[in-house]
């Protein structure tokens, strides 16, 4: 007779997730999005960085004459997941569309936007998924929170480089 096999439960990844909205009750919206993380399967956060105002930031490839809406509220939040990253961004969208995302046009207003940033040390390129996340180095938004919560992840050259982008600490730790 032999020995029943369990299935293994894989070990925990430390990711991060940037989290922004910038219509309704955005930071209602954010720490709501906060609090969702933890009810995720094999899914727990960590740390929260505090909410940041920031202002709509436009890329090149943005549809013309379309604004990008009011300022945003921002903030970067630290999970420990064994769910895998592919898993881990349908939930994140899922999150997305309960909350009532729409994406009529690139980079338009939204009342909730979860983007994966890291994932562990891991690297990927698919249609669907890039990690590191491709812009993260461009964006305020995104350095100074995870610069609050995973300070040795950011260098001081990269939040010099956006130094120029408006951001403003709105709560201390959401």
Excluded: C, W
Excluded at 29 to 51: E, G, I, K, Q, Y
């Amino acid at each position: 007779m032999g020995t029943a096999l369990r299935p293994e439960r894989p070990e925990p990844v430390t990711a991060y997730v940037a989290l922004g909205a910038n219509l309704g009750d955005a930071a209602a919206a954010v720490r709501a999005a906060m609090n969702a993380l933890s009810d995720l399967p094999l899914t727990r956060v960590t740390r929260r960085s505090s909410l940041y105002r920031t202002a709509p930031l436009a890329d090149a490839g943005d549809t013309p004459g379309l604004a990008a809406g009011g300022d945003y509220i921002n903030a970067v939040v630290e999970v420990q997941t064994a769910l895998s990253a592919p898993e881990l961004l349908r939930q994140l969208q899922a999150l997305e569309q309960a909350a009532g995302r729409e994406r009529p046009y690139r980079n338009a207003p939204r009342t909730l936007d979860l983007d994966l940033l890291l994932y562990g040390s891991g690297r990927m390129t698919s249609a669907q998924l890039v990690l590191p996340h491709p812009r993260m180095d461009q964006r305020a938004f995104v350095l100074v929170p995870l610069a609050e919560i995973a300070p040795a992840l950011v260098l001081q050259a990269q939040l010099d480089a956006v130094a120029h982008q408006r951001i403003e600490r709105l709560s201390k730790l959401a």
